[in-house]
């Protein structure tokens, strides 16, 4: 084999590595893609099943407010509902951010930056969860108080306090485990953040090279 020949086959080598570069590239975007599309889908799914409950138990607190199902005398005793009112508008809110964001299509061009959006969307989320899991910890706990007045007039003062401490001492129980157990952390960041760093990472590399 002369020069030229030897030439002429290591530029087609050159080219095929190439070409299985590229297309091992394409391969790995794909796989990121596909893997974040599908970890979208089941967001989207929860996000609108928590935003139907969300809407289900509004319309719970107008009918508190327009029809006193539990027949209270005082205007204190609806506080908790409103604290209630106010954090399930919350939720709507953020839930409502993050649909906007997952209705992005996802293409190997604007993958990273979809995924750094909504990591981002998810980090400014954070402090409206944060007071979202206190009002809901507080106003479940008044809720409980707002019966007391109903209980006073059927029971004596001891046995309606016990009656209610009863009651709010197994809610702040489940409220701990939950706690405990991660319920008032948003988790699903972490599966995005991987994706990120995997594709930074590859891209990286592609650079180096």
């Given at each position: 084999?002369?020069l030229?020949?030897?030439?002429?086959a290591?530029?087609?080598?050159?080219?095929?590595?190439?070409?299985s570069?590229?297309?091992?590239?394409?391969?790995?975007?794909?796989m990121?893609?596909?893997?974040?599309?599908?970890r979208?889908?089941?967001?989207?799914?929860?996000?609108?099943?928590?935003?139907?409950?969300?809407?289900?138990?509004?319309?719970?607190?107008?009918?508190?407010?327009?029809?006193?199902?539990?027949?209270?005398?005082?205007?204190?005793?609806?506080?908790?509902?409103?604290?209630?009112?106010?954090?399930?508008?919350?939720?709507?809110?953020?839930?409502?951010?993050?649909y906007?964001?997952?209705?992005?299509?996802?293409?190997?061009?604007n993958?990273?930056?979809?995924?750094?959006?909504?990591?981002?969307t998810?980090?400014?989320?954070?402090k409206?969860?944060?007071?979202?899991g206190?009002?809901?910890?507080?106003?479940?706990?008044?809720?409980?108080?707002?019966?007391?007045?109903?209980?006073?007039?059927?029971?004596?003062?001891?046995?309606?306090?016990v009656?209610?401490?009863?009651?709010?001492?197994?809610?702040?129980?489940?409220?701990?485990?939950?706690?405990k157990?991660?319920?008032?952390?948003?988790?699903?960041?972490?599966?995005?953040?991987?994706?990120?760093?995997?594709?930074?990472?590859?891209?990286?590399?592609?650079?180096?090279n």
């Amino acid at each position: 084999m002369n020069l030229e020949e030897l030439k002429s086959a290591w530029q087609v080598y050159d080219r095929k590595l190439q070409v299985s570069e590229a297309i091992n590239e394409k391969l790995f975007f794909s796989m990121i893609r596909d893997r974040s599309n599908s970890r979208v889908s089941r967001l989207k799914r929860d996000n609108t099943l928590l935003m139907l409950l969300m809407f289900l138990e509004f319309t719970f607190l107008v009918a508190v407010f327009a029809g006193n199902p539990f027949d209270f005398k005082f205007l204190w005793q609806y506080v908790p509902f409103l604290f209630i009112s106010i954090g399930n508008l919350m939720a709507i809110i953020v839930l409502f951010k993050v649909y906007k964001m997952l209705k992005t299509e996802i293409t190997n061009d604007n993958l990273r930056l979809f995924l750094k959006n909504l990591i981002t969307t998810f980090e400014s989320n954070k402090k409206a969860e944060g007071w979202f899991g206190a009002i809901m910890f507080l106003s479940g706990s008044l809720t409980i108080f707002s019966f007391l007045p109903n209980k006073l007039a059927t029971k004596s003062l001891s046995m309606a306090i016990v009656d209610t401490l009863i009651p709010l001492a197994i809610s702040w129980l489940i409220y701990l485990i939950a706690y405990k157990m991660g319920a008032f952390k948003n988790q699903k960041e972490r599966a995005f953040k991987k994706d990120l760093s995997e594709l930074e990472k590859l891209q990286q590399e592609l650079q180096e090279n």
